[in-house]
């Protein structure tokens, strides 16, 4: 029989382990959508949460969106593909991580399927607040975007939803 858990971070050190048994093409896709959306600016700067091989992040430099990204990925293998197409990659636990960058470093934060992974969700996104530029764009993804706990967990956390676009602007 398996000892229960007695703490969130178990909870995501288990999860971890469960993302490290995935195969490769699990940590391939680009979130095309994501980028294509964004508007052309080689300057600016990208931080990519649950990055997995890079391949968002290297769809973003191709297309001139941005000119210099970060990503950051639970699991070392697809983190060190991801090395290899990103200017920087830090590997860990967002949750657990303190992001050594200076306040406003980024215009664009993309976090593709992250946030129904999160124990705390909010403070999280809390977290990387200070790190974004005023007005920066953030695009999230969720399998239920759209369900109204996902939303009032976006609002929670001092959003504001644009309906007409796919983004979320933290203010």
């Known amino acids: 029989m398996k000892p229960a858990m007695n703490s969130t971070y178990e909870v995501r050190d288990s999860l971890a ?9 699990y940590f391939s896709g680009a979130r095309r959508q994501f980028v294509d959306d964004l508007p052309r600016n080689p300057s600016a700067r990208l931080l990519e949460i649950g990055c997995s091989a890079g391949n968002t992040a290297a769809y973003a430099l191709a297309q001139g969106k941005c000119g210099w990204c970060c990503g950051v990925e639970l699991c070392p293998g697809p983190a060190a593909e991801a090395a290899k197409k990103m200017d920087q990659v830090i590997v860990g636990d967002i949750e657990k991580l303190e992001l050594d960058f200076p306040p406003q470093s980024f215009d664009v934060l993309f ?12 403070a999280v996104l809390r977290k990387l607040r200070g790190f974004l530029k005023p007005w920066a764009l953030v695009m999230a993804g969720s399998p239920n975007v759209c369900h109204h706990s996902v939303l009032r967990m976006l609002l929670k956390a001092g959003g504001t939803i644009n309906p007409r676009v ?3 602007q933290l203010i």
């Open 17 to 25: 382990d469960n993302y490290n048994s995935k195969s490769a093409g």
């Open 166 to 168: 796919s983004w979320m």
């Open 111 to 122: 976090l593709s399927e992250v946030l129904e992974h999160l124990t705390d969700p909010p």
